[in-house]
């Protein structure tokens, strides 16, 4: 039998086009979350935009840099960089109860987003097959995403207790 992927493509590809899902999709539920995490850091819904731009300024101004970096490193070295770096940075946001320790976690997250985002794309492209157009993998990468977990706003403050309510006493 003829397959178009090996096995080993099918989890790359699955591993790219997830990881260019997430990196994107974290820019809309931060956005929903933006009133929660105002709540549970005691800061205005302003000074909580705050979490949403450092993350985007840091994506923006390193993008450029992650794709000359995956021109002369590889993809596939700086893919793992920065899907480790977003990793911990991630878990670093998560556990942060301070809104400067949160701000300088999104930023971690921007840069590896922004090493991860031109390596999984180009890792996309690397595995089509010879005898195909070079830019079938990309459409499958937008077929991918949508089969991950269901979103939950929760998820982003999933380890800060969230507040009972205005005028509560607990």
């Known amino acids: ?21 997430f990196e994107a999709f974290d820019v809309s539920i931060v956005n929903l ?6 709540s549970d850091l005691r800061v ?12 985007l300024l ?12 995956c021109d002369f490193a590889g993809s596939k070295k700086i893919f793992l960089v920065g899907m480790a770096l977003f990793g911990v940075a991630s878990l670093m946001a ?7 320790l949160l701000l300088g ?6 840069v590896g987003a922004a090493l991860a985002m031109p390596g999984g ?6 595995i089509s097959p010879a005898n195909s157009s070079t830019g079938r993998p990309l459409e499958y990468s937008a077929l991918l995403p949508p089969s991950d977990l269901p979103a939950d706003s929760r998820w982003v403050v999933w380890s800060r207790p969230h507040s009972t309510g ?4 607990e």
């Open 1 to 21: 039998m003829n397959r178009l992927f090996s096995r080993g493509q099918v989890i790359l590809l699955w591993l790219a086009c997830s990881a260019i899902f």
């Open 33 to 38: 979350s933006l009133p929660l995490i105002a």
């Open 44 to 55: 205005s819904l302003a000074t909580a935009q705050w979490v949403q731009t450092t993350y």
């Open 58 to 69: 840091s994506f923006g101004g390193c993008l450029l840099l992650g794709g000359k970096l």
């Open 94 to 100: 998560a556990l942060s109860h301070q809104l400067l």
């Open 105 to 110: 976690a999104r930023v971690g997250q921007g």
């Open 121 to 126: 794309i180009s890792l996309c492209r690397g």
């Open 166 to 169: 205005a005028g509560s006493s």
